[in-house]
């Protein structure tokens, strides 16, 4: 079975800073899906960034990218000019291709606190 | 749009009682996943329906059980609640797997 881990319960970053969270995952799968979802206090969990395995292209969306490392199973999110907004917890994710049993597996997730 | 609908928002319930929560996917979402998450840690994944069929499930017992119905909205039943149910239970919706899933705002459960 697929597992994940985040191995950073916390992170704190100054606002306009940097910050990257840590990922990896245990698979034999060759093709899936990474994501990281973002969970503030509303509940709600966002969606922020997605990787297909197949593409060694790192995705980015705005302030945030991946460093997709796939031979390591590793999978970092990357915040750029961090913002208050940023504060939440989020989750690294993976998911198998739709043929397969096709839950998605969490991580225990970081929180990350963004300092004014 | 509206987005993953889910109700109720938060639920008290006695040890023993059954509930079931609902869920409204997004317009044009045939998947419809739950997950249960426990205060501090990530969601487990109880339940994906696709197409009113079950395509999966996780590692729970016979009280959880799910249905989806023609509109592709779903509920999930939980019977012979324990204290250990107590829990936030999400909802997400899918149109395909490679776009991940779209969450609802979670139903809080606390069992008593």
């Known amino acids: 079975a697929q597992t994940v881990t985040q191995s950073q319960p916390e992170m704190s970053v100054q606002e306009a800073e940097t910050v990257t969270l840590s990922c990896t995952y245990d698979t034999s799968e060759s093709d899936y899906y990474l994501f990281w979802y973002k969970q503030p206090p509303s509940r709600q969990m966002i969606l922020v960034i997605r990787q297909e395995a197949y593409k060694q292209q790192n995705a980015t969306e705005n302030r945030f990218s991946v460093n997709f490392q796939k031979a390591a199973k590793s999978f970092s999110l990357k915040i750029s000019d961090s913002q208050l907004g940023d504060a939440a917890m989020y989750f690294c994710?993976?998911?198998?291709?739709?043929?397969?049993?096709?839950?998605?597996?969490f991580g225990a997730g970081t929180r990350l606190t963004v300092k004014p | 749009d509206a987005g993953v609908t889910q109700s109720p928002t938060h639920l008290i319930k006695t040890r023993g009682q059954q509930v079931t929560l609902r869920c409204s996917p997004i317009?044009?979402?045939?998947?419809v996943s739950w997950y249960q998450q426990v205060l501090g840690q990530g969601p487990q994944f109880i339940f994906q329906?696709?197409?009113?069929?079950?395509?999966g499930r996780g590692n729970f017992p016979d009280r959880f059980s799910a249905r989806q119905f023609p509109n592709y909205s779903s509920e999930l039943n939980v019977n012979a609640l324990l204290l250990g149910d107590s829990a936030l239970y999400l909802c997400?919706?899918?149109?395909?797997?490679?776009?991940?899933?779209?969450f609802g705002s979670g139903t809080r459960l606390t069992v008593v």
């Open positions: 997400a919706s899918s149109f395909q797997a490679n776009y991940g899933y779209t």
């Open positions: 317009s044009g979402h045939k998947s």
């Open positions: 994710a993976y998911r198998s291709l739709p043929y397969n049993n096709n839950d998605m597996r």
């Open positions: 329906y696709y197409e009113k069929e079950e395509r």
